[in-house]
């Protein structure tokens, strides 16, 4: 009876004892970080795959305070965010901000005197008190990154991720070749405080749970306002000599986040990377062994605006054909260098056609096809200054002028939602190792799960199972 007992009630108590290691076992806390690379797939802890999928923030203009806060509370921004099913800003920064950090001994400004300072006492005070209506934990004592801690804390606890974006170094609107913001050297560009400037908010970023990943240097571009230096410094040799030193900068201040490496043109130009072709002028090549310590923490980003002149092409194979030249063949296994790549910006003035719009339908189809990160431009519906005018509506923004609501319902609710939630669902046919990634990722749940139901219960669920055992045995 003893040898029946065991052949119908053992396999019973193990199944009890799996279900109970189940419940016990510890799960992954949100974000499960810090991420990595692999191929083409960005991985968390685990080795599940992770895409981005969000919007961009702005907090690079005169102020230096991320915009929108005179109209809304960061709960409600936020909460309009995760509502269309996003899981990430790009938080953007002007490194003039941590420059006045330094020059004001390592003290950051108040956001009272950072408005009254861009937009004159009286209008900056009326938009200070707006503010702190909206958003009551703040006072006059509050500074600019204060406020960068408190958005971030709020998305934290709405789980959604943070990549911080050096997106100019002296404040104000980007991107012109001619506004001294363009590349290394030019008139506001200092390699030097643009490296500090990464390293300070690498370093403040560890504080923040759900600070993923950082970019290099938003939009590099020709430097106009100099035609020599432009012919001199502008190429590829130049740019991989930068790049090596900003990632340095980023990963010797924090070791967990992402690099994100933009290219040429305005960001819409990575091709001697993807390809492996010469830097030129000179005929090195980009080699991940110029990055050994952390070559598992780079990704790509580039930008697509071809529209922002007129409309951009209506034909969906130009438009992948182009993106994929850009630089998001990367993602394939036809790449010399294979990469995930996030197209950290795009987007379309937000009317009543918004949704119609060929050339922005077909981006879409495309990222949510190939499962690749995106984060649309942008969430702001006006800016407290933008180029010398105070409260300047932005027609991009997917919010309204007071950010209430969205100022395209239909391309937000329809084309924009459904474009999340197919870019989220790994597509089979994307190449390489998505199913390899979450097969990882269920594997280890396995084994979790075995090794807690024989050897890690707590002592009376432990016992409890021992003494069933026992009395099956003993039957």
Known sequence: MAKLGQRYWLPVLLAVAGTFASLNAPRATWPNGPFVTSGRWIQDAAGSTVTYVGVNWPGSLDTMIPEGLQYQSIESIVSRIKSLGMNAIRLTYATEMIDQYYDNGEKDIAIQKALSDALGKDNGTSVYNKIITNNPSF?????????????????????????????????????????????????????????????????????????????????????????????????????????????????????????????????????????????????????????????????????????????????????????????????????????????????????????????????????????????????????????????????????????????????????????VKKTLTINPDAESSAGTSNEKSRSTSRKSIISFGLFDFKLPLYATIMVIGMAVVSY
Request: proline share 4%.
């Open 139 to 419: 006072n006059s004592e509050t500074t600019r990154m204060q406020v960068y801690d408190a958005i971030a804390a709020e998305c934290a606890r709405q789980e959604i991720y943070v990549h911080l974006d050096n997106h100019v170094s002296k404040a104000g609107w980007c991107c012109s070749p001619l506004d001294g913001n363009a590349w290394w050297g030019d008139q506001y560009f200092n390699v030097g405080n643009w490296t500090r400037g990464l390293s300070f908010m690498a370093t403040h970023g560890k504080s923040w749970p759900n600070l993923m990943s950082m970019s290099l240097r938003n939009e590099l571009r020709t430097p106009l306002s100099n035609f020599t230096f432009a012919s001199e410094s502008y190429n590829w040799e130049n740019w991989y000599t930068y790049i090596k030193q900003g990632s340095d900068a980023i990963h010797s201040a924090n070791e967990d986040v992402l690099i994100f490496l933009s290219g040429l043109n305005s960001d819409q130009d990575l091709s001697p990377v993807v390809n492996g072709t010469a830097l030129t002028p000179g005929s090195a090549t980009f080699t991940r062994d110029d990055f050994s310590e952390y070559s598992n923490k780079l990704v790509l980003e580039l930008h697509a605006y071809d529209n922002i002149l007129g409309p951009g092409p209506s034909d969906c194979n130009t438009v992948q054909d182009e993106l994929s030249n850009d630089g998001f063949k990367a993602l394939t296994s036809a790449a010399k260098n294979q990469f995930p790549v996030v197209l950290t910006e795009f987007g379309l003035v937000q009317n009543g056609t918004a949704a119609q719009d060929p050339y922005i339908t077909c981006i879409l189809d495309y990222m949510s096809s190939e499962n690749a990160g995106w984060m649309i431009w942008a969430i702001q519906g006006s800016y407290y200054i933008r180029e010398g005018i105070q409260d300047y509506d932005e027609t991009w923004g997917l919010l309204v002028h007071d950010w209430s609501d969205w100022r395209s319902p239909d391309f937000v609710n329809n084309s924009l939602t459904s474009t």
